[in-house]
């Protein structure tokens, strides 16, 4: 690969900032639907009012129907038969959703069955056409569907009004379809009730019938666990009979240890008392027996012995002890000793016996606690019991007693009439039919007609492979699109429709068509600074305008003072020669066998002074090896020779002939055309793969025979949709 091609490879890298700055622009989007709306505008426009005068002839053509609407307001009461602490009586409900409950209760099937049969709606002249082909047994179903379909039902916002509406073609038969669904719907409502209480009635009377035999069975198991257990009821209620008989034993066994304690400190003090009168005894103390005993006559007899020792001893100090005195008073005071002594023992024994019985008396005393104890035990446990018997006895008895007083209020009450739903608003006769509603129909069709068109045009471009403008070439190829050539009968007036392309360039130097090729040519001769470039004009396909250009560019480069060398290349179908009236005796394939030199091949131009090398077909210009390096290599040199700045291939197509990529390899720059608006952008991609193969990377696009007023309508992106406004430039 040459200098030139790798130069050539660069180019798609350089481009692809600029696509990317045609593609920065937030509202590009939205200018390439309007220009794709306006190249399809026809399609469009087609499909729009094909779709609008579908829809309004359907529409329009449909029968009158016409609708009557009746208000209602509800308020759904919730009757409360399951918790049984709380009212009775119906209840509005709290839920949000509850006015869609009673919504859906006016569409039942039930509303619509008795709103059928109020108003006979089975033979009615509207129902009875389209039941005329069933069964009679089945008529009244259908006619209830008939009306659950064309029955709407609406709630508007977030209140308890409810809007019934029917549609017929019948109006009198609206209305009365319409209020007959509010007043079925009540009906529905009060029957629900009706038997939802009657249900809850038979299931508390059956309840109210077991709870009154457990309670039976509860009081008589107290009655008998009482009578068992020797337990009274002191209150006559039958509830408090355990709880006091337990305090009343225990009152006794209160008395019972405070008499035994009493007995037991009485005996006690007995046996303290006889064992300190049997200490003083046994050490021989009468004296201190008695002071123990504190006996009356112990007492009496101490003194009388006192006064009689005090009248022995002062006899004695004056008597000799065989005194008769001494003796009697001895005698008496021995008669005492054994008073007391006697006395003593007495007591004593007192003492012993007051001391059993004290003993046996604390005993039982304290034997009588022990039983009154244990009763208080046993009265107890038998209390707990009986008052668990009793406990479970009282709630059966408050169960009962609830539920019997639910019952008779659910009989009595809970069928009040449910004023809070009620038709406030019955339907008015309607005058006027609601469908077919024609400016609606209007604006379906429009809308439905505008979203068809643009599916239609939307369609179109998705399968359109097609190029209208030099966005697309840039996005589509990573190329830069170089030029535009107009379709010059697009840009002519009047007799210059009837120029030739190629001789436009002469007779109208100043047109848009002639200031587009001096653009082309200015890219190439200044190109580099080479002294000679060298350059192939090729396409993807046939019969997209290639040799025009080829021969208008040369022309014009002859015109700008360039000495140019215009190479008929395209050895099957050669065209250059006949564009410009020449008939060649020699040419390219001559020249480049060394037949002939390009001096004598070339034939001079007269109206621009281009030099052209065309096709003479001898038999041997269809050889396979005319474009080798060395053949192509010899006649570029040549052409250096001769001083030529601009030397330009007219190749063939590259998909159609193989060795149109060997030449092009060989040129400084390719120049690849393809037919605006017509050329299918796979048929370019393809050509491109197949000249990339060869590392041969087109120095840009020019698109050929292009509409210049259809580019400015809808060639979006275009760098010469706004030629128009340059007018005073191109005349």
Partial sequence: MNDATRHRATVPQDAKPMRGALLRDPMDGVRRAMAALRRRRWLALIYF??????????????????????????????????????????????????????????????VAQGTVRALDLVDNPAFAGPLSKLTPSSREAAATAMVVGNLKIVR???????????????????????????????????????????QVDRGLGNELDNLRVQLEQADATVADYRAQHNLFDSSGTGGQGAGQNTTFTQQELSLYKQ?????????????????????QSARGGAGGVG???????????????AQLAATYNDMASRYQPDHPDMIRTKEQLDALDKAISAETSRQMQNLRANARIADANAAEANGTVARATATLEGDTKASVELGQLQRKADGLRDTYNTLLQRKNSISSQALVADEDARIFSPAVLPLRPSSPNKPLILLIGLALGAIMASAAVWIAEAFDRKLV??????????LPHIANMPETTSIAQGADKLIAPVDFPIERPNSLYAEQLRSVRHLLIHKDGRSMTTVGITSARPAEGKTTFATSLARTAAL????????????????????????????????????????DAVIRDEATGMMVLGVHSDGEAQRQDLFTPAHISALIAAAK??????????CAPVLAVSDTRLLLRQVDDVLLTLRWNSTPRQSVEAALKRMRLLDIEPLGVVATRVDMPSLSAFGHGDVDRDHMSYGDYYA
């Fill in 641 to 650: 020779a001769e001083q030529y700045d601009l030397v330009v291939f007219d």
């Fill in 49 to 110: 009012v094909v779709v609008v005068l579908l829809v309004a002839a359907y529409g329009f053509t449909r029968p009158k129907l016409y609708t009557a609407s009746a208000n209602m307001v509800v308020n759904s009461r919730e009757l409360n038969v399951s918790e049984k602490d709380k009212e009775v009586l119906p209840g509005l409900s709290t839920s949000d959703n509850a006015a869609d409950t009673e919504i859906e209760i006016m569409r039942s099937t039930a």
């Fill in 469 to 478: 403008s030099s966005a697309d070439i840039e996005r589509e190829f990573g």
């Fill in 291 to 305: 002071a123990v005993l504190q006996s009356p006559v112990i007492q009496q007899l101490r003194d009388q012995r």
């Fill in 560 to 599: 700008g003072g360039s000495r140019t060398l215009l190479v008929d290349a395209d050895m099957r179908k050669p065209a250059v020669a006949g564009a410009l009236g020449f008939a060649p005796t020699v040419g390219t394939a001559q020249v480049l066998r060394g037949e002939i030199g390009l001096a």
């Fill in 156 to 198: 508007p916002g977030q209140s308890n009004v409810v809007v019934i509406s029917y549609t017929s073609p019948d109006p009198a038969l609206s209305k009365a379809i319409a209020d007959q669904v509010g007043h079925q719907y009540l009906a529905v409502k009060r029957d629900s009730r009706r038997e939802a209480v009657e």
């Fill in 259 to 279: 008499q035994a304690a009493a007995a037991s400190a009485t005996a006690a003090d007995a046996r303290a008392k006889l064992a300190t009168a049997s200490g």
